[in-house]
């Protein structure tokens, strides 16, 4: 692995250290609250499931977390590409593969580094585990170690263990192959595969392969000593398999008339000559990180007939471990497998060809920032932030336990996907999407307080991660000045400074041109464009960057008004502040938390449209529920009727929205409490989206949830712009201004391709 830039590296040392360490706690799942809760949690309480364990042993899935619980086993003898650093310095890398199974499968993970070096202690360490945990998940462990004891725990464990390192890349490259031979109308018996790199990942994906039927012989294995064959007298038993009694003997010599090349090896490995003596149509596998052994553009160049994939994001075809580890260990979880047999591997293969030709949804193109995404040469498996890999691959994993029977639990296999529905919040990846969305066609974004270093940081880790071009808009010698005392590199980033700029009399003139009626004089307006805030917007607004992000050191309401006397509103709606309250199960919109103080209906109404129209950029169907302390009429007030206008007037206008109300907060997020009482209702479900009465309710209400409530809150979310400016409060930190940012330049990507396009 090659190092980081500096910045990066910094950045990556600040996020591990700040706040509590590392990455990852224990959160108590049931109330703590009391003497009784702790009797019940611990003495005397707790000794009534031991007794019950200790009589049925399999009741510890039913009265412990061993049925959601992972251990994450890692010695440190082959930690990334970083090698044998050892346990203590891989442990990051342990916490962080805990953080992937939680987000993507909600599963519970215990990092364990263990210092032993042999084979039998590993196993040993393993198996004394197993009252612990209810599957193990390998990690990091040198070749060809990592074999023999994924083999020996398999065979003396009565629950999962899995070696990600070997088999992740097999099982999601497999998905990869299947579709790659049949889009080019290719027989899996008879193609020549060359592979580069015979780790651990090297060996399992080939041995893998042949289980999806390619021939043994017709694999040809190549590690640092060249080519293996049957000649040579080094190889241990694994790639003896691969020895076979041919004519090859330098790489070059391999790739001439294959079909399929898998790397798994080195940056720049691969060169054009070998890529272009290959069979036609070749199926190009360069899956080293962070660089391939080739580049697809070099493929291009020489071979324009060939499919590629890599491991990266930036490219068609992202063979990325994270579409197998989670959710094969969730399906093996839920029926209780013994073990992760070749069946449920092959599964789990089959199930994420299968996903990549079905119709993708709009939330997912959303993601992406694509029009279309259709099965072909540049869509061979999946997306890693597809919400649909969770519903096909550990259902398909779960039945290929039970079929194959390893498993002690049967499920049905309906009532399993809904339970998997609901597991994992859609909402949670939001912000990974948008990610990838302002990442593929990055916005210019002007970002005023540019000396402050949180915004330094920020606009540094919007370049490095390419979801923004940064504009820092301020005084040059103060943002150098900060950006050196901090170690800040600036090379790539564009400073503006309104005192220099010969932007200054054009904003001008265009200011006094939009002003000079409300009281602004010429003067006036020259000195207004001298201050960020006004530049900023103004930059936008003729056309000198795309979006704008202002306000990180002063009031709110301060900052607010210069956005709207340069941008102003939408005329259709109103400008309001939106919250994305982020929470463990769900994610709610709330509106408006920041600029409306006492809403009228009609006010309450575009409000209520404005917040709509951006959850639907997300790809997400908003379900409106319009707050107040009364349910449909049951409390007659002035309060109450201003709310109950606002619907009937949502109502007759936008009839094709999900919205109702006037209801009260809990019969909005409760779906039980609003089908018993009020089958009426216009709301499929739970509400999504809270329109509160006004900005008291509003205001309390978020910043109660954030402190108190265990939500992450994301915004103030500007809407009902006429362009894209979004205005952050007072002291955010950084990944405040990084969300916000992202933010905005999704807005203006989307302004750009539909032309803000109007409910209809």
């Not at 409390?635 to 709310?643: C, F, G, N, Y």
Request: glycine share 6%; hydrophobic share 45%.
């Amino acid at each position: 692995m090659n190092p980081p830039p500096t910045d990066r590296r910094e950045d990556a040392l600040r996020y591990h250290e700040e706040g509590r360490p590392g990455k990852i706690q224990v959160v108590p799942t049931k109330s703590t609250q009391n003497q009784r809760d702790l009797s019940l949690a611990y003495t005397p309480g707790v000794a009534e499931p031991c007794l019950r364990i200790a009589q049925r042993p399999e009741d510890a899935y039913r009265y412990t977390a061993k049925g959601n619980l992972v251990a994450v086993v890692s010695n440190g003898t082959a930690v990334l590409g970083l090698g044998n650093i050892g346990p203590l310095a891989g442990k990051p890398v342990m916490e962080g593969k805990g953080v992937l199974f939680k987000m993507f499968a909600d599963i519970d993970v215990f990092d364990i580094e263990i210092d032993a070096t042999t084979v039998d202690d590993v196993v040993r360490f393993c198996q004394m585990l197993e009252p612990t945990v209810g599957g193990i998940n390998l990690e990091d462990i040198k070749s060809p170690d990592c074999f023999a004891i994924e083999k020996r725990l398999s065979e003396t464990l009565s629950i999962p263990v899995f070696h990600d390192d070997q088999h992740g890349t097999a099982i999601i490259s497999g998905a990869a192959l299947l579709n790659a031979l049949e889009v080019v109308g290719k027989d899996i018996g008879a193609v020549r595969v060359v592979f580069m790199g015979a780790g651990a990942a090297g060996i399992a994906t080939a041995e893998h392969y042949v289980r999806l039927g390619v021939k043994r012989e017709h694999i040809l294995l190549c590690d640092k000593e060249g080519v293996v064959h049957a000649g040579r007298t080094d190889l241990d038993p694994f790639k003896a398999r691969f020895a076979h009694a041919h004519p090859y003997r330098t790489v070059l010599e391999a790739f001439d008339g294959a079909d399929v090349f898998v790397g798994l090896s080195a940056a720049g490995a691969v060169t054009q000559e070998m890529v272009r003596v290959m069979a036609k149509d070749p199926i190009v596998f360069a899956l080293a990180n962070p660089t391939p052994e080739i580049m697809p553009d070099e493929v291009q160049a020489v071979r324009p007939d060939a499919i590629m994939a890599t491991g990266r994001s930036d490219f068609p075809n992202q063979v990325n471990n994270v579409l197998g580890f989670p959710f094969i260990f969730r399906g093996a979880l839920d029926v209780r497998a013994k073990t992760i047999n070749e069946e449920m591997k092959m599964a789990a293969t089959r199930a994420l060809a299968a996903l990549a030709k079905e119709d993708v949804p709009d939330i997912v193109l959303k993601a992406y920032s694509m029009d279309t995404m259709r099965f072909g040469r540049d869509y061979l498996i999946p997306k890693p932030f597809d919400p649909r890999v969770l519903l096909w691959v550990a259902p398909a994993v779960a039945w290929a336990a039970i079929a194959s029977g390893v498993a002690s639990e049967v499920i049905d296999l309906d009532e399993y996907r809904t339970k998997l529905d609901s597991r994992l919040s859609r909402g949670r990846a939001v912000m990974r999407a948008l990610g990838n969305r302002a990442a593929a066609e990055p916005q210019r974004l002007a970002l005023s307080d540019a000396h402050d270093p949180r915004v330094l940081r920020a606009a540094r880790i919007l370049a490095d991660e390419g979801f923004a071009e940064p504009i820092l808009v301020g005084h040059r010698a103060e943002i150098e000045t900060a950006a050196m005392t901090m170690g800040l590199s600036l090379h790539d980033l564009r400073i503006e400074d309104p005192a220099g700029s010969p932007h200054c009399e054009p904003y001008a003139r265009a200011l006094f041109d939009r002003r000079q009626r409300r009281g602004v004089t010429e003067n006036e307006a020259r000195r207004r464009v001298q201050q960020p805030e006004y530049f900023a917007p103004l930059m936008v607004t003729q056309g000198h960057a795309d979006a704008a992000i202002v306000g990180q050191n002063m009031h709110y309401p301060r900052v607010l008004r210069p956005a709207l006397e340069v941008v102003g509103n939408d005329p259709e709606v109103a400008v309001a502040g939106i919250y994305m309250m982020v929470f463990q199960n769900e994610t709610y919109f709330f509106a408006d938390t920041t600029v409306n103080i006492d809403p009228d209906a009609v006010r309450l109404t575009e409000i209520a449209v404005a917040t709509a129209r951006f959850v639907e950029q997300l790809g997400i169907e908003p379900r409106i529920a319009m707050l107040s302390f009364s349910n449909f009429g049951s409390v007659r007030h002035p309060a109450q009727a201003k709310v109950a206008e606002a619907v009937a007037r949502l109502h007759a206008f936008r009839p094709q929205l999900q919205v109702d109300g006037e209801m009260q907060a809990d019969t909005a997020v409760v779906e039980a409490l609003l089908t018993r009482n009020y089958p009426f209702s216009r709301l499929h479900g739970a509400a999504n989206v809270l329109i509160f009465p006004d900005l008291n309710a509003a205001n309390i209400c978020y910043k109660l949830l954030g402190r108190l409530g265990g939500a992450q809150a994301i915004g103030p979310i500007l809407v009902g712009m006429a362009a894209p400016v979004q205005i952050l409060e007072r002291d955010s930190d950084v990944d405040d201004i990084v969300n916000m940012a992202v933010i905005a330049a999704v807005d203006a990507q989307e302004r750009k391709r539909h032309a803000a396009p109007r409910l209809r």
